[in-house]
């Protein structure tokens, strides 16, 4: 036994009996003491050549399988058009490139995992080697000797005497990063009041989203659910995604006697009230209006608001109530805003009015 | 004869009598008596309405009041039309089997017939949508993208952006639209059930609907390509993500485990 743990010097330690012949104290074993390596055993492809060289033949082969599956990826991406639909059985009609491409990028990406793998298992050394810990401060002397030159350095440069340079050097290290800091504000431009304002002014007709055409009175029935956007808003447009993300409207129609909040009451056309489609915790479209109830849920965080008491928060973690639009008809019996909503849509910022 | 007349002192003979006279009675009166009434209202409607009468009367008076006015267990009927009707008893969540936060589809125990006498008996408290007829929801000549449009504006928000149905608050839930006749995704949309809001014809017309049938009918079928493979229910990211992080990751331990588990030495401890 001690012949095959025989390089480590700690070895009398490790057995407990048959060494008790130099007193009891001393003899006592220590129970957690090192019990050291085992043995080094070889693998089949460090005694034999033929294995070994079977796994270089493995190893290599893997990482050609690997080499194949890209060029595969390749050719697929090549042959395959985007929108070609093919039935393969469990996953049933899926795209073919969508397909051939995850399945060759597998390939050659399993490829070279598994031939790493298989290559640091059977061919590279397996030797086993312990790496003693050692102290990780310096000796005394090596410190005594920095902190030397420390002092020498600060005598002979002057840097303790020499106030006025130290003070304009520490002033310039200082300020240099700043013109990295200014730099920043050519990202993009401020938002200004952007977020303050929608597209939703006085006499702006309310364009149904579903037909393109202005929205009646008598279109909206109690119970009903419709969604508006402000009249020459066009999807063509550049600015489309921004506009609508703040100016979408949802409309419905209350009985004036259900609608608890005077203001709401005020700010609505007989009974029909238009709230802002953007929740007010983190700006998701918010539409799950249960007719019923008259609460609105928004399906990000489950934020409820009661549109029938002016859009209190009821439950979740929007913190204020969905802005109201004031809307009122025209001359031609369309419904109209009558200015922009009172405070801005969607959720809080910094500096919001 | 004879034989007849040999046994009128039977017993029983006093009782045949009696039975065949309640008969005749009874059999004239059914015939005679509401000839009269007929006459007077011969329409096929109104004797629909009054055939759904009866079935109001018994089915759905309890909840809904002797006269359609509605009362604190049910909703007034007065004006909701016979496509509301259609909707909630051909679906079987009318007449609802218990009080709840929603009630839930179950099997109609009423035939076409009944459910349109009691369509027609609704119908007439007030106007409202009627049933609507296969030519306003055959979605055979409707164009499924602009529906897919329609729907992700309209409906994606509760029904989920393949229709597969969300959860609402308090125990109330949008059902999911898979494999749903086309006839009654379109009386929803025109009288809106329960907590779902209606679209009615005057902000989403006729053939905008027939569209968004048409969108569903083409995400539902087992034809319908799902360019990415496994669709994990087309709930979203959470199925993704529960899917790489369960599968995928447990994948990669097992292979690990695998790979570390077996030996290399020659000699197989």
């Given amino acids: 036994m001690s012949d095959e743990t025989g390089s480590h010097t700690d070895v009398p330690e490790n057995l407990p009996s048959g060494r008790g012949g130099h007193g009891d104290e001393v003899a006592k074993p220590n129970p957690f003491a090192n019990p050291g390596l085992p043995p080094h055993e070889h693998r089949r492809q460090d005694i034999d050549d033929k294995a070994a060289k079977h796994s270089e033949r493995v190893v290599a082969g893997l990482f050609t399988l690997s080499m194949l599956g890209t060029i595969a990826f390749i050719a697929c991406f090549v042959i395959f058009p985007v929108d070609k639909i093919v039935y393969i059985f469990p996953f049933g009609h899926v795209s073919a490139l969508n397909f051939s491409l995850g399945l060759t990028l597998a390939v050659a990406l399993t490829g070279i995992g598994a031939g790493a793998v298989h290559w640091a298992r059977t061919l590279m050394a397996d030797e086993e080697i312990a790496d003693e810990r050692h102290r990780i401060d310096a000796d005394d002397e090596l410190r005594e000797n920095v902190r030397q030159q420390w002092i020498t350095g600060a005598k002979e440069s002057g840097f303790g005497r020499r106030k006025l340079i130290r003070n304009t050097m520490m002033g310039a290290l200082t300020m240099v990063p700043l013109a990295g800091l200014v730099i920043l504000r050519d990202l993009g431009p401020l938002p200004e009041k952007k977020l303050d304002h929608t597209l939703w002014a006085k006499g702006k007709q309310l364009i149904n989203s579903n037909t393109n055409q202005p929205l009646r009175p008598e279109d909206v029935v109690v119970g009903s659910l419709t969604f508006a956007q402000p009249d020459g808003l066009e999807e063509s447009q550049d600015d489309f995604q921004q506009q609508i993300a703040k100016a979408a409207l949802m409309i419905i129609r209350l009985k004036p006697e259900d609608i608890k909040d005077k203001r709401e009451l005020d700010w609505s056309h007989q009974g029909i009230v238009a709230f802002s489609k953007i929740c007010t915790h983190v700006g998701c479209p918010i539409s799950l209006y249960e007719q019923q109830t008259h609460h609105v849920l928004c399906p990000c965080h489950q934020s409820t608001f009661d549109l029938s008491d002016g859009a209190r928060v009821l439950f979740g973690p929007a913190g204020h109530p969905l802005p109201q639009l004031r809307i009122s008809v025209n001359s031609q019996g369309n419904l109209i805003a009558l200015g922009d909503f009172e405070e801005p849509v969607g959720p809080a910022f910094w500096e919001r009015s | ?269």
């Avoid at chain 2, 008996?121 to 929801?137: D, F, I, M, N, R």
């Avoid at chain 2, 790489?244 to 690990?256: E, N, P, Q, S």
Wanted: with cysteine; proline share 7%; hydrophobic share 40%.
């Fill in chain 2, 1 to 269: 004869m004879k034989k007849l007349s040999a046994r009128r002192r039977h017993p029983l003979a006093a009782l045949v009598v009696l039975l065949f006279a309640l008969a005749a009675t009874g059999g004239l009166y059914a015939v005679l008596a509401p000839a009269p009434k007929a006459q007077a209202d011969a329409s096929q409607s109104s004797l629909a309405i009054e055939q759904g009468k009866k079935l109001y009367s018994v089915g759905c008076a309890s909840c809904h009041g002797q006269s359609g006015q509605g009362s604190s267990n049910g909703p007034s009927l007065v004006g909701v039309g016979s496509a509301a009707v259609d909707f909630q008893v051909s679906t079987g969540r009318m007449p609802a089997k218990q009080p709840g936060p929603q009630v839930e589809a179950k099997k109609n125990t009423y035939g076409q017939k009944e459910i349109d006498q009691l369509a027609a008996y609704v119908a007439s408290l007030g106007p409202g949508p009627a049933t609507p007829t296969k030519s306003q929801y055959s979605p055979a000549n409707a164009d499924a993208a602009k529906g897919g449009e329609l729907f992700r504006t309209n409906c994606s928000q509760c029904h989920n952006f393949v229709g597969k149905g969300g959860a609402l608050t308090e125990g109330k839930f949008a059902p999911t639209l898979k494999g749903i006749k086309a006839k009654d995704v379109y009386e929803a949309m025109q009288t809106g059930p329960q907590n779902m809001p209606s679209f009615p014809d005057s902000t989403m017309p006729s053939d905008a609907k027939a569209n968004i049938i048409a969108y569903l009918k083409a995400v539902d079928s087992a034809q319908s390509p799902n360019p990415g493979g496994f669709t994990l229910g087309t709930i979203g990211p959470v199925s993704e993500g529960l899917f790489a992080w369960v599968f995928g990751l447990g994948a990669l331990i097992a292979l690990a485990t695998w790979v570390a588990a077996r030996t290399t030495k020659a000699k197989k401890s």
